[in-house]
């Protein structure tokens, strides 16, 4: 496993954009599978998007493509959520995970909050 720290949220208007950063404070993303995943109020958590170990393939929620991007930067052993064109859906606390061979870790999350 892996410790991860989420930051980035916060409270912006609907149309608006937010970068999340998940960083391991401990290990390194080498070899592993990344991927954010969101719980809203009273809601199960739903994944968002994933990217694969070797960064050849994405795969994103319907309702966010086109509005989210998955990008990993291993010099800085961070992956970011770029969000744009928010909405109040969106609203949720996201997380962070790590995949490495079906060994999940996961971040504390960080709360988007989207206003109408």
């Known amino acids: 496993q892996v410790r991860l720290v989420e930051s980035g949220g916060g409270l912006v208007q609907a149309g608006d954009s937010l970068r999340l950063s998940c960083t391991a404070s401990?290990?390194?993303?080498?070899?592993?599978?990344m991927a954010w995943f969101r719980q809203a109020p009273g809601k199960e958590r739903e994944f968002v998007v994933a990217?694969?170990?070797?960064?050849?393939?994405?795969d994103y929620l319907d309702s966010v493509k086109g509005r989210f991007t998955i990008l990993r930067d291993p010099a800085k052993n961070t992956v970011y959520l770029q969000m744009n064109s928010l909405k109040p859906e969106d609203t949720a606390v996201y997380y962070c995970?790590?995949?490495?061979?079906?060994?999940?870790?996961w971040g504390q999350g960080t709360q988007v909050t989207v206003s109408s």
């Open positions: 995970n790590a995949d490495y061979l079906g060994i999940n870790s």
């Open positions: 401990e290990g390194t993303f080498t070899t592993y599978a």
């Open positions: 990217i694969s170990w070797n960064d050849v393939a994405t």
